[in-house]
């Protein structure tokens, strides 16, 4: 949307499809092997709690960069040494913790496929719900319509969120 400077309507749904569909295969592997994971059961608190306040910093620590990038227009350079430190940050933490060699339990390709129907309902819900925040609710609160978007994306995604945790552990990655 910076880039781009469309900020409404469908186009904003556009991109926001995108990015969603770029995030489905990493969302799989990270609820697959790390949110239900299903484990020999030789794993402790500690190492459950190491793992998540791991997980916890490096997702914070991008998450933040980022926003300051943001607010110091930084070039899209910036960006990408992010997406890089989230990369070796993320394969530092699989191979640190071992995440996917402690889970007996077969993945199947049906798996996957549920996994990619139940985000793609939920791609919908968040798709749905921001084209209609952008385009029919004026910006409130003295924002400007660039973060009046970001608020509707994640308050969308917040929807979106709740959807899928709850559709993933009822029908996908039951214990």
């Keep these: ?11 904003v749904g556009g991109f926001s499809m995108i990015t969603f569909f770029l995030a ?4 799989y592997f990270w609820n697959r092997y790390l949110v ?7 794993e402790g608190l500690l190492s459950n709690l190491v793992e998540f306040i ?13 926003a300051f990038g943001a607010a110091q227009k930084y070039s ?23 995440i996917g060699q402690n889970t007996p339990a ?4 049906q798996e996957y496929m549920y996994f990619v129907i139940i985000t793609g309902v939920g791609l919908v ?11 029919f609710v004026p910006p409130q609160f003295g924002l400007n319509q660039e973060l009046w978007t970001n608020f509707g994306k994640a308050a969308a995604t917040g929807i979106s969120l709740l959807w899928n945790f709850g559709a993933y552990k009822v029908l996908l990655f039951k214990k």
């Design 1 to 11: 949307m910076f880039y781009t400077g469309i900020f409404t309507g469908a186009t």
């Design 24 to 27: 489905v295969t990493h969302s």
């Design 36 to 42: 239900f994971k299903r484990t020999n059961g030789d």
């Design 54 to 66: 791991y997980a916890g910093v490096l997702g914070a620590s991008v998450i933040v960069l980022a």
């Design 76 to 98: 899209y350079q910036y960006y990408l040494g992010l997406i890089l430190v989230l990369v070796i940050g993320e394969i530092i933490f699989w191979y640190w913790f071992r």
């Design 106 to 109: 077969e993945k199947s390709k």
């Design 125 to 135: 819900i968040n798709t749905t719900l921001l084209v209609a925040f952008t385009k």
